[in-house]
């Protein structure tokens, strides 16, 4: 949709930025939201055929191009924020026992990007939008005695998730 020029209604990058992607550019499709929904705003009809496979999915849309052009604008991400690594206490695991539930990933970031539609060299519309990526926290379950509570290592703020579980039992 986005490079067919159609009125995008709403679209939802991703959360996480998965550098596969456009930055900004690319859409979540889930079942219950988010959506990605546009509208043909052109006077052609657009034929939409879908390929899945178990690792993905195509879309390509098929339409009488109309003079349509679009140019795709991205800036310069800023305003990082670096993922960490959250540690979360799990008393079905052993003391010093550890186990991922997610690896870190990206840092967070902001970015603006847009689109500029033509019609025939004509400039006819002219969009831009902002994203915020969060960053992908790493997440790992450590196993820690009740006793270990108040020991060092717990007091260190490596530890604080765990402490504060600790705390509410």
Not at 63 to 86: C, M, N, Q, W
Not at 90 to 111: C, T
Not at 116 to 134: E, L, P
């Amino acid at each position: 949709a986005f490079f067919a020029g159609l009125k995008l209604v709403t679209h939802t990058p991703h959360s996480f930025w998965i550098p596969r992607y456009p930055k900004g550019r690319e859409a979540t499709v889930s079942w219950g939201g988010p959506e990605l929904i546009f509208k043909n705003n052109w006077k052609a009809p657009v034929v939409i055929l879908t390929h899945t496979t178990e690792s993905g999915i195509t879309v390509q849309m098929l339409s009488d191009p109309l003079g349509r052009r679009v140019e795709a604008t991205e800036g310069e991400p800023y305003s990082f924020t670096k993922a960490e690594i959250i540690r979360l206490c799990d008393p079905a695991l052993a003391p010093g026992e550890a186990k991922f539930d997610q690896l870190k990933g990206e840092d967070g970031f902001h970015i603006k990007y847009g689109r500029k539609v033509f019609r025939d060299g004509k400039k006819i519309s002219d969009q831009s939008w902002h994203w915020r990526y969060r960053p992908e926290d790493g997440i790992v379950r450590v196993g820690v005695r009740r006793s270990e509570e108040h020991t060092s290592e717990l007091q260190s703020p490596m530890y604080l998730v765990c402490r504060l579980l600790l705390e509410k039992k």
